[in-house]
T-cell receptor, first 115, second 116 residues
Framework: AQSVTQLGSHVSVSEGALVLLRCNYSSSVPPYLFWYVQYPNQGLQLLLKYTSAATLVKGINGFEAEFKKSETSFHLTKPSAHMSDAAEYFCAVSVTGGGADGLTFGKGTHLIIQP | GAVVSQHPSWVICKSGTSVKIECRSLDFQATTMFWYRQFPKQSLMLMATSNEGSKATYEQGVEKDKFLINHASLTLSTLTVTSAHPEDSSFYIC????????????FGPGTRLTVT
């Protein structure tokens, strides 16, 4: 079975500062990894995904994540935070279906942007 | 493209009644749809996998007789919460896998269920 651990249920950064959201995974087979963003009372929007191609994945809204097998990590970063980035972020893993099967999600990290 | 809708967006029902939630893929055909449940300020938990024309596969601990799933067409799956109780109050989110792009899945906006 696979699992995801997101370190830090809340992360607060100043506007313009670096955003770093941590995600570690556990999987017995090569995983497919995802980051989703959720705004209040809305569904999930895919930010980016890793599907065994390039280890550095660029997504929407200036976010990127790097897959590090040795560290079993897939941390999400953005060089400069914007107020509109305030939301809940979920890391997810899948090991089958090319990543298009049911996902296992982390508990989420609430990103707070300080003006 | 790749839009998934859910109806209703929110519903309030009385304890003991049943409520149906629809998940539709609007511009693609979905051979597989997934149903998730999200409690307040918590993560999403996969409830079941629904394949068009066949019985749904439920995750461990999910009561299949309580959460009835029907996937009668390539664009529609329904989740019926039977004999709802206050503890069933939650945010229910579906996602759909594109038949023509099997490595892609798209999430609906979710349905907020409140059982009084």
């Amino acid at each position: 079975a696979q699992s995801v651990t997101q370190l830090g249920s809340h992360v607060s950064v100043s506007e313009g500062a670096l955003v770093l959201l941590r995600c570690n995974y556990s999987s017995s087979v090569p995983p497919y990894l995802f980051w989703y963003v959720q705004y209040p009372n809305q569904g999930l929007q895919l930010l980016l995904k890793y599907t065994s191609a390039a280890t550095l994945v660029k997504g929407i809204n200036g976010f990127e994540a790097e897959f590090k097998k040795s560290e079993t990590s897939f941390h999400l970063t953005k060089p400069s935070a914007h107020m509109s980035d305030a939301a809940e972020y979920f890391c997810a893993v899948s090991v089958t279906g090319g990543g298009a099967d049911g996902l296992t999600f982390g508990k989420g990290t609430h990103l707070i942007i300080q003006p | 493209g790749a839009v998934v809708s859910q109806h209703p967006s929110w519903v309030i029902c009385k304890s003991g009644t049943s409520v149906k939630i629809e998940c539709r893929s609007l511009d693609f055909q979905a051979t597989t749809m997934f149903w998730y449940r999200q409690f307040p300020k918590q993560s999403l938990m996969l409830m079941a996998t629904s394949n068009e024309g066949s019985k749904a596969t439920y995750e461990q601990g999910v009561e299949k007789d309580k959460f009835l799933i029907n996937h009668a067409s390539l664009t529609l799956s329904t989740l019926t919460v039977t004999s709802a109780h206050p503890e069933d109050s939650s945010f229910y989110i579906c996602s759909a896998r594109n038949r023509d792009k099997p490595y892609e899945q798209y999430f609906g906006p979710g349905t907020r269920l409140t059982v009084t």
